[in-house]
């Protein structure tokens, strides 16, 4: 008995990064696996192959290889609406045969798998090809239109429509003056005059629903930490210019930005980094499915960690958590929308804005790899986790008491800390550093970040030994 490995299967389907197989040709059940040919055309692709068993991976062959494969171009011909791109091969391993069907990328989706009694599509969720849903089978209609959401007209009147954030944010953040005729150039009202989808979302007054952004600063590390479970909330619609300044100042507005001097600069150490934030917010508002009704792009801030959630899996179906995230493809849901937060320079053309949210934070003085950006997706949603540098910072440097927010004293201005430490040596020479750590509820890294900086300033010395010693201080 052979069992082929998961480097071999890879190897013998080439470069597909998708695949499912059977033990045999199943023709009474076509279904079985005519719904993995549909759900590889309308996505990446992938590869069916034959004659393999599929818990065990053992290659058992099949007996007349050549008599199934006109069996299999049948079917595909005669219960695949439309007849999806594919390559049918043969191969053999340990002298037993097997049919390997090579899907690509379909241009017409969505593709169907049409029975006798039924019409379905399907698409990949992980390793498993089902069902797709009313909104699944829209974006895939769009699709294989070769149209996006935010192209096709709104149903709304453009001339009772304001753009006044977005031709004052032009301005402001490219020093360019907004023509009449960026209107037509930036995809928001279209070559008959039509309002599109992106110009709604971009109107002042969005009459898009869904287009909604949910801010909350819970209190505690869950959703339902103590008797007052939201310690600020808020709920914004408009533009997304608006949403997206407004995201930004929630954000800023509970958390916290500690700092500390050195000798030739000024350290900053922000709950997290601004350019992350940002990032993180244009990313949810772009590359959000428009098509998912009821649903918003929620922002919300634990003690720990801010997470940023919005509707709609990553564009070519493979969860994020599966890739290398540093080289993850630019495909854009709504090129439209990114065009113009393009040219309002919040992002880049070559969408690189997953580096930017990790490269941000490995450049903070607090950072280390178990503090890097989580980012994880499902059909339906996508979900990037920013850790809390300061919080994680004082529990890892032994503050006990880090899930009260109040005991954390990370994040408290350094003028103000290196005040309280100085007040606590002038008035007892003889203290201990335990005591006075205990005292202000501080970490040993802050407090000895803390009487360095008051070193260098020459208010403060040591005399003796670190146990029998004392301090000498020199108020300015």
């Not at 049919?99 to 399907?122: L, M, N, Q």
């Not at 350290?267 to 009704?293: C, K, Q």
Request: glycine share 8%; with cysteine.
């Amino acid at each position: 008995m052979y069992i082929i490995q998961e480097d071999e299967i890879k190897n013998l389907i080439g470069e597909a990064t998708e695949y499912d197989k059977k033990e045999m040709l199943e023709e009474k059940d076509p279904r079985s696996w005519c719904k993995s040919i549909s759900a590889f055309a309308n996505g990446i692709g992938g590869s069916l192959i034959f004659g393999i068993v599929d818990k065990t991976n053992e290659v058992v062959g099949l007996d007349d290889a050549e008599g199934d494969s006109e069996k299999i171009s049948r079917v595909l011909r005669d219960k695949m609406d439309p007849i999806p791109p594919f390559n049918l091969r043969f191969a053999t391993v340990d002298g037993k045969k097997l049919i390997i069907v090579e899907v690509y990328p379909g241009s017409e989706t969505p593709y169907f798998y049409a029975g006798k009694s039924e019409r379905t599509a399907y698409h990949r969720v992980g390793n498993e090809s089902v069902i797709c849903n009313s909104a699944k089978l829209r974006e895939l209609t769009l699709k294989g239109s070769g149209r996006s959401f935010d192209s096709l007209p709104s149903g709304y009147e453009f001339s009772k429509m304001a753009f006044t954030k977005l031709i004052s944010t032009y301005y402001q953040r490219a020093h360019k003056d907004f023509q009449d005729t960026d209107y037509e150039s930036f995809g928001i009202r279209d070559v008959n005059g039509n309002l599109t989808n992106a110009g709604a979302l971009l109107a002042d007054n969005c009459p898009i629903y869904q287009s909604r952004l949910f801010c909350t600063r819970w209190n505690g590390l869950t959703k339902a930490s103590g008797l007052q479970d939201a310690l600020d909330d808020a709920e914004y619609t408009g533009s997304l210019i608006t949403l997206l300044q407004e995201g930004e100042a929630f954000v800023k507005r509970n958390s916290h930005k500690g700092w500390f001097k050195e000798p030739d600069r000024r350290v900053e150490l922000p709950d997290y980094p601004e350019r992350s934030v940002t990032e993180g917010i244009v990313n949810a508002l772009i590359h959000r499915d428009y098509l998912v009704f009821g649903s918003e792009v929620h922002i919300d801030i634990f003690d720990d960690r801010l997470e940023i959630y919005s509707p709609g899996g990553m564009f070519d179906g493979i969860n994020i958590q599966d890739r290398d995230i540093m080289t993850v493809p630019s495909q854009r849901r709504n090129p439209i929308i990114a065009d113009v937060f393009t040219r309002l320079i919040y992002m880049e053309r070559r969408g690189s804005g997953f580096k930017k949210i990790i490269e941000d934070y490995q450049f903070q003085h607090n950072y280390t790899e178990e503090l890097a950006p989580a980012f994880r997706s499902e059909h339906g949603s996508f979900f990037l986790t920013l850790k809390n540098l300061n919080y994680y910072q004082g529990n890892k440097e032994g503050n006990n008491q880090g899930n009260d927010p109040g005991n954390n004293q990370i994040g408290v201005d350094w003028t103000e800390r290196k005040e309280m430490v100085f007040a606590l040596i002038q008035n007892n020479p003889s203290i201990k550093l335990d005591e006075i750590q205990d005292q202000l509820n501080l970490t040993r890294r802050q407090l000895t970040r803390t009487i360095d900086m008051l070193k260098d300033e020459k208010r403060l010395e040591r005399e003796g030994s670190p146990r029998s010693g004392r301090w000498i201080t020199h108020p300015n």
